[in-house]
Nanobody
């Protein structure tokens, strides 16, 4: 099991940047996959980015080149990040951290990201 706590959301103008953090309650380097999902009002939750135990990353097409997922090199910090650049209004959503452990999905409480002028 793992507890996940997201932070770093907020209001930003189009073209701006935010960095989301996901603090895990246990070491993350042995977790099969961790990722960021988002859910906009009236829409289904969708995958934004994932990072595998191997370090391989994967991104939703619309965020490629703008978002970067990473994990802290200091194992004790147990944190996964999502650096978001060149933000667009359509990136507005609640962003959730996810960990996939033993065929089970674990979720954080979410952090709101609003992109608006």
């Amino acid at each position: 099991q793992v507890q996940l706590v997201e932070s770093g959301g907020g209001l930003v103008q189009p073209g701006g940047s935010l960095r989301l953090s996901c603090a895990a309650s246990r070491g993350i380097f042995n977790i099969n996959a961790m990722g960021w999902y988002r859910q906009a009002p009236g829409k289904q939750r969708e995958l934004v980015a994932t990072i595998m135990r191997s370090g391989i990353t994967n991104y939703k097409d619309s965020v490629k080149g703008r978002f970067t997922i990473s994990r802290d090199s200091d194992n004790a910090k147990n944190t996964v990040y999502l650096q978001m650049n060149s933000l667009k209004p359509e990136d507005t959503a609640v962003y959730y951290c996810n960990a996939y452990i033993g065929f089970t999905d674990y979720w954080g409480q979410g952090t709101q990201v609003t992109v608006s002028s």
